[in-house]
T-cell receptor, first 113, second 116 residues
Framework: QKEVEQDPGPLSVPEGAIVSLNCTYS??????FMWYRQYSRKGPELLMY??SSGNKEDGRFTAQVDKSSKYISLFIRDSQPSDSATYLC?????????????WGLGTSLAVNP | DADVTQTPRNRITKTGKRIMLECSQT?????MYWYRQDPGLGLQLIYY???????NKGEISDGYSVSRQAQAKFSLSLESAIPNQTALYFC???????????????FGEGSRLTVL
């Protein structure tokens, strides 16, 4: 079993839909959780960063962490065609420890006009 | 100009050839990384460097070597390329760790390598 599981999709939604992207993990020591967005033919870029359990909101994006269930989510409200990308979850035990960052495979999202 | 620049962006080569992928950055970061990305395998860390004199193997370093020529430059070499090294390669940088630092990775646009 992989340490982080992420459904690769593809996920296709109409413009304006609420999108839910999810990752599950097995290591209860993970405390820092990230979502990176990767556009086609580009490198990933950090979208959301959260510590421990709870919610974090940034504009149309909300990151949610449920450590008891070992489950993290990224919600996109009022989705736009410009949100079409691959979304990668990543997590680690320690802050800023990219040597031990564990990545999901990414979920491909298409938002149709 | 991009903060993290990779060259070449695309390269097709033959088995057994030596290949170098170059990365330069203007972020002023000490930490630099090389990843490869494959469908079904995701991002895997090949090598990382926390300063010019510090080079470390990542999870999949076999068949690769690196050189940190300066704070801003980090190159990846395949001494004798093989077909299963066909992948998308990313260079990334981050600020040094510390309290309150997210360790955000800043990626280049990638170098697509095909080994025939």
């Amino acid at each position: 079993q992989k340490e982080v599981e992420q459904d690769p999709g593809p996920l296709s939604v109409p413009e304006g839909a609420i999108v839910s992207l999810n990752c599950t993990y097995s290591n209860s020591a993970f405390q820092y959780f990230m979502w990176y967005r990767q556009y086609s033919r580009k490198g990933p870029e950090l979208l959301m960063y959260t510590y421990s359990s709870g919610n974090k909101e940034d504009g149309r994006f909300t990151a949610q962490v449920d450590k008891s269930s070992k489950y993290i989510s990224l919600f996109i409200r009022d989705s736009q065609p410009s949100d079409s990308a691959t979304y990668l979850c990543a997590m680690s035990r320690n802050a800023g420890n990219n040597r031990k960052l564990i990545w999901g495979l990414g979920t491909s999202l298409a938002v149709n006009p | 100009d991009a903060d993290v620049t990779q060259t070449p962006r695309n390269r097709i080569t033959k088995t057994g050839k030596r290949i170098m992928l170059e990365c330069s950055q203007t972020k002023g970061h000490d930490r630099m990384y090389w990843y490869r990305q494959d469908p079904g395998l995701g991002l895997q860390l090949i090598y990382y460097s926390f300063d010019v004199k510090d080079i470390n193997k990542g999870e999949i370093s076999d068949g690769y070597s690196v050189s940190r020529q300066a704070q801003a430059k980090f190159s990846l070499s395949l001494e004798s390329a093989i077909p299963n090294q066909t992948a998308l390669y990313f260079c990334a940088t981050s600020a040094a760790g510390g309290r309150g630092n997210t360790g955000e990775l800043f990626f280049g646009e990638g170098s697509r390598l095909t080994v025939l």
